[in-house]
């Protein structure tokens, strides 16, 4: 396999290569303070600055701030890594996409003051999970959604070279036309390791959830597929499971070594249409698909 030296892949291999020169080079007491701060348990943050700390596969119910509504079908589903929200134009690229959207799910999420305007603004409900906290902000996964979720339940796995974690979510919603909710899995994938060992052991609470779910579900993220034993550890993985992966006729997702990283996988669902969008808005760009029932 032919190496490319995009940018992207030189971030990714540069950030753990400074983490672990600074442990080296300046002791590892000292060098813990360049490292986020990460909660002692897992912790999910709602809209209501409720907290919850559900381990997946076990799912907790959300407390409502109102009357549960139902997700309309077809429904349109925007997955994005957003870069910690690093490019000025992130809100206007995520405030187009927002208006036909129903459910967001955004990895390397910045819970800003700004991402909590762009919720209440649009009337989306958000549920974080706390990966770390950096200069005062909780990073890691968020999904939005139009309809608020009716249970959660999360996990946080460390990056076996830099300690921090990585983490998801998984929420049910109510749904038109189905007497069983839909399960849709936010996962931001391990990335810094020898083997896939470690991706695969990431995404087993979620299998094991699946297996109890009966009704629709979505399985979206960057799931750091750049190697083909990666890739091919999730997609046989869900495979298994009965799941089938969205495609695009102008494939425009990053891609590391020729392989995409950012993923929707879909079980009891059928694509009406499959979006890979183009922006200079952060170094991945977004996918907006439409589902309707199978």
Not at 17 to 23: E, G, K, R
Not at 78 to 90: A, D, P, R
Not at 137 to 154: D, H, P
Not at 275 to 285: C, E, G, K, W
């Amino acid at each position: 396999m032919r190496w490319q030296f995009t940018l992207p892949l030189i971030r990714m291999i540069l950030k753990p290569v400074w983490l672990l020169s600074a442990l080296l080079l300046i002791g590892t007491s000292t060098a813990i303070a360049f490292f986020p701060e990460s909660p002692s348990e897992l912790t999910l943050l709602s809209q209501g600055k409720q907290r919850y700390q559900a381990t997946c596969p076990i799912l907790s119910k959300v407390i409502l701030s109102e009357e549960s509504q139902t997700l309309p079908m077809p429904f349109k589903l925007l997955n994005w890594n957003i870069y910690k929200q690093q490019e000025k134009s992130w809100q206007q690229s995520l405030q187009e996409w927002a208006t036909s959207a129903d459910i967001l799910t955004l990895q390397e999420a910045k819970l800003s003051p700004e991402l909590i305007n762009f919720s209440k603004q649009n009337k989306l409900f958000y549920l974080q999970n706390y990966a770390f906290k950096h200069s005062g902000f909780v990073y890691g996964v968020n999904t939005l959604s139009k309809v608020e979720a009716i249970s959660t339940c999360g996990t946080a796995h460390r990056e076996p070279w830099i300690w921090v974690p990585k983490t998801g979510i998984a929420s049910t919603y109510p749904i038109q036309g189905s007497e069983y909710p839909l399960l849709v899995i936010n996962l931001h994938g391990i990335n810094f390791t020898l083997t896939e060992k470690p991706l695969k052991k990431q995404i087993e609470p979620y299998l094991a959830l699946i297996k109890t779910h009966h009704g629709p579900i979505i399985f979206s993220g960057d799931f750091n597929t750049w190697s083909e034993a990666r890739l091919e550890g999730v997609e046989q993985s869900l495979i298994a499971s009965g799941f089938s992966e969205a495609l695009f006729d102008e494939d425009k997702r990053l891609t590391i070594f020729g392989l995409p990283l950012d993923h929707i996988f879909f079980r009891g669902l059928k694509v009406l249409e499959a979006q890979s969008l183009v922006t200079d808005s952060s170094d991945h760009s977004p996918q907006l698909v439409t589902f309707d029932l199978d």
